[in-house]
Each structure stands twice: as structure tokens, then as C-alpha cells.
């Protein structure tokens, strides 16, 4: 009985006090340490990834409002697409549908 109690006092490493891996070496730290650069490390995997993937869609300008048939019209005269007569049998059909 009192080997047991002299163990006990000075530690024996069976208890988990003693010379085990938590003896109040910092080990404990360490550990946290590890968890918490695993965790940053992970968020900045995921921030990584969302970002990569999601500037493909953001590098595309946002559709230009819709413009009317009319405004349309013109500016594809402006333009040069369309032809004078394009432009006056066009907009009779315009304005027959309106």
C-alpha cells in the first residue's frame, strides 16, 4: 500500500499526471495549435475554391437592359447594319403592330 501511495506522489505515468503525454509540457497547446491551423487551412481551401470557380461567372458583364424595337431599329441604322428602305419598311411594320 505504500509503494502505491509513492507513486501516486511522484507519478507513475499510469494515472495520466505522471510522465505521460499531458504532464504540463505544453503538450496540450501544441495540440490546439495543430486544430486550429487545420481549421484555418481548411476555411482557406474552401475560400480558395469558391473564389476560383466563382470568377468565371462574375467576369461577365451583366446583360444590358432591353431595349424597344424601335430604339433597336435606329440604332442598327446608326450602325450601318440596315439599309434606309430596311429601316422605313421596318418601322411601318412597327407601327402596324402597335
Request: no cysteine.
Amino acid at each position: 500500500m505504500s509503494g502505491m501511495i509513492a507513486m501516486r506522489r511522484h507519478g507513475s505515468g499510469m494515472d495520466g499526471y505522471g510522465n505521460g503525454m499531458m504532464d504540463g509540457s505544453g503538450a496540450w497547446f501544441a495540440m490546439l495549435l495543430g486544430l486550429l491551423l487545420l481549421l484555418a487551412l481548411a476555411w482557406i481551401a474552401v475560400y480558395w475554391i469558391a473564389r476560383t470557380t466563382g470568377s468565371a461567372s462574375s467576369a461577365t458583364p451583366p446583360a444590358a437592359p432591353a431595349l424597344p424595337p424601335r430604339d433597336v431599329l435606329d440604332l442598327r441604322l446608326a450602325r450601318g447594319q440596315i439599309t434606309p428602305e430596311d429601316y422605313r419598311t421596318t418601322t411601318r411594320l412597327l407601327d402596324r403592330s402597335d
